[in-house]
Structures are given as structure tokens and as C-alpha cells.
Nanobody, 124 residues
Framework: QVQLVESGGGLVQAGDSLRLSCAASGRTFSNRPMGWFRQAPGKEREFVAA????????YYADSVKGRFTISRDNAGNTVYLQMNSLKPEDTAVYYC?????????????????WGQGTKVTVSS
């Protein structure tokens, strides 16, 4: 059974940093798309960052480029999201996602597995 478990969320002030972690178990995703989405209250889930097919290329939403960095451990089954210069508009529940097929990494519908989410709150 595949599981994705996120950790690292919390309450921070604007300008602070946080690092989210997502540990996958049950199968390897080292060369498969794996990344992060977020959902703010009253809004739809949106793409944040991801590794693409082959596990090397990275993709970011325009709203987080230059502030967030996605990385993974050598085994490829733990993905991190380093979030710097956090803004109140980054407040959301952050979800880790993984997929076993190629396609559009920005499309949440094409991901096969999801974590339970970790809440990030950025105060102004």
C-alpha cells in the first residue's frame, strides 16, 4: 500500500522560512513525478512545485519561483519543499502528490497518490 506522509507545517510570520517533507512508502518514485500542491480556504487546489518525469527536471508555480525550492533525497522517495520569504498568501494546506505515469505535472487530476496534507499559516 502506497502512503505519502507530510510533515513540517506550522505557524510562522511573514518573511520566515519552513521546510516541508514528504516521505513515500510502498513503492519507489525516484524517477516519477512527485511534488506539492496547496489549497487555501475557499480556493481550489493549486500546483506549487514538482519533479517531472525521470525525476530530474523541476517545475514551479510563478507565485513561488525564487522563494520555494523542491528537492529529494538520494533514494528519491522523500521530497522536500524549502519555503523562504513566506507571505500571508502562502497560507494553505500543502499536499504531497505522486504519480506513476507521464503527463502534465501541473494537473492535480493526473496524480495517483496524495498525502493527508500539512497546514502552513503565515501571519502578517
Amino acid at each position: 500500500q502506497v502512503q505519502l506522509v507530510e510533515s513540517g507545517g506550522g505557524l510562522v510570520q511573514a518573511g520566515d522560512s519552513l521546510r516541508l517533507s514528504c516521505a513515500a512508502s510502498g513503492r519507489t518514485f525516484s524517477n516519477r513525478p512527485m511534488g506539492w500542491f496547496r489549497q487555501a480556504p475557499g480556493k481550489e487546489r493549486e500546483f506549487v512545485a514538482a519533479f517531472g518525469w525521470s525525476g530530474f527536471n523541476t517545475y514551479y508555480a510563478d507565485s513561488v519561483k525564487g522563494r520555494f525550492t523542491i528537492s529529494r533525497d538520494n533514494a528519491g522517495n522523500t521530497v522536500y519543499l524549502q519555503m523562504n520569504s513566506l507571505k500571508p498568501e502562502d497560507t494553505a494546506v500543502y499536499y504531497c502528490a505522486a504519480r506513476v505515469s507521464s503527463g502534465n505535472v501541473y494537473n492535480s487530476d493526473q496524480y495517483d497518490y496524495w498525502g493527508q496534507g500539512t497546514k502552513v499559516t503565515v501571519s502578517s
